[in-house]
């Protein structure tokens, strides 16, 4: 039976046919971030407790949990009694191929009709295509149920109520669904470019991207997109070797697909293409432009300051606090380093308290270093200075003052050199200048688990030794960007 879920494999975490396929045919190839999901799972079922509490009195139909047929019985049991709030109830289509459980099936007392209510985690539901449909789909179940049309609602992850909420409708529905039964059943693995943006979230990344790194795809070559995949594969161009060959020459006025436009792979993209590409094969650097270091600073000047934050990405998980680590690493001129992480505490005063913290460690190192470069990674560290800047100010103007400090490391990279990695983030640049980290967990997800776990710890001695981990992960983000800081130093200066 069809249900709702079943549309989220296609749109989540980025639309993929591919990942249809291999959920039906090979699920023992992924690899799930269970904590992570766990959490997630946690939070939407908080979400859903508080909302339900709020509507008056519920009843659920009674059968015994994955026996669909008898939920569905009982359900008409209680829509026909006219129950007032109907929490999961189970319907079923009249030709039994469809089959969902909405969160509320709320009776109008005035009009004596029923509305469809479901209650989502998203806190903005404009970038999930997976949600619009299972509601279209509850909605059409319904309808056939009930007889008239229904009303449908969705209750976001931050209280807001949308309703009506515009559902598809069920050709629309139908559509859909059937395109991903058919590639349920598909004999072999469909054909899809991997990117890395793409499937770096995905659970069968290890599968799709490790295989096509090994076979040296044109898929992992930076600055290559889908369109020109696809446009390079209709040319014979499979992999790294083959566009070598081929030749830069060749390689400009190949025409792609983008959106609805067609474009030409132009002589500026073609050149980068084809350097990235004899990188990769080379497995070697090349060096694009003169290095400019930090204002004032020659190489192997010290002291600086590694700087970088990690903040919830999903507002949907609810954690009170949006950069829940400030992290610090003052490398001296003689080679020690002095860390400084600021965990926001848990709770809505957290924000502000790890600002005021951040502010007064940074006013602490300004005043016994002066104006050092506080050295970061991408934009992102920029963008949350602003943010918190707006949001509880600059005392002392040391927000500021930072902010005339930072140099974007990741910027200077893109400017001045070739790597040979599949993408240019922390992560893999500090796999090829050769850092190691201790823990074998790490990253963004694992980080706001941990946080999580922080934040709900039962006593005291548990929260010290989740904050240790969570510190000593920062600390080694912080001693990774200072690695690859000192390799372009020693190799691009
Ligand atoms: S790893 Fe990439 S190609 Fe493979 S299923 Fe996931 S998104 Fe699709």
Known sequence: MFSPSDFRELFQPNYCERRIWLNANCPELAVKDTDFIEMV???????????????????????????????????????????PIIYQGVLISKDGQFGAIPDLIILNSKTNEYRIQEIKLATNINNHQEIELGVGL???????????????????????????????????????????????????????????????DCQYSDYCYGKAWENRSICTISGIEKGMVWA???????????????????????????????????????????????????????????IILPAGYQKGDRPIVIFDIENTVFDELEFDV???????????????????????????????????????????????????????????????????IAMFGDKDGVGERVKKNMWDLYRCILDTV??????YGLKQIEKFVGFERSQEEYGGSWSMVKYNEYAESPDIETADKILNEIKTYNAEDLLATYAVYRWLEENIC
């Open 41 to 83: 799972q946690e939070k939407g079922l908080a979400i859903e407790k508080t909302h339900v509490q709020t509507v008056g009195p519920i009843q659920e139909p009674e059968y015994e949990e994955g026996d669909m047929p008898a939920g569905y019985e009982d359900t008409l049991r209680l829509i026909k009694s006219k129950v």
């Open 138 to 200: 509850s909605k059409f179940v319904a309808e056939e149920i009930l007889g008239y049309p229904t009303i449908t609602e969705i209750v976001t992850g931050d209280g807001n109520l949308i309703s009506p909420f515009d559902a598809p409708d069920k050709s629309q529905v139908v559509t859909v669904a059937n395109k991903i039964i058919g590639l349920e059943t598909l004999e072999k693995e469909p054909v899809e470019p991997v990117g890395w943006s793409k499937c770096k």
């Open 232 to 290: 390079l594969w209709e040319n014979g161009v499979d992999n790294w070797d083959q566009i070598i060959k081929l030749g830069v020459d060749k390689l400009y006025g190949i025409q792609f697909q983008r959106g609805s436009q067609i474009q030409k792979i132009g002589p500026t993209r073609g050149g980068k293409i084809f350097r990235q590409t004899k990188c990769l094969v080379e497995g070697s650097f090349d060096k694009k432009a003169e």
């Open 322 to 388: 949006d950069v829940y680590m400030w992290g610090l690493t003052t490398i001296l001129p003689d080679g020690t380093n002095e860390q400084n992480t600021i965990i926001a505490p848990p709770g809505n005063q957290g924000d502000a308290e790890g600002w005021t913290q951040f502010l007064e460690t940074m006013g602490r190192i300004f005043k016994e270093y002066g104006d050092l470069p506080v050295i970061h990674f991408s934009s992102h560290e920029v963008t949350k200075i602003n943010n918190y």
């Open 418 to 423: 070739i790597l040979p990695v599949p993408s």
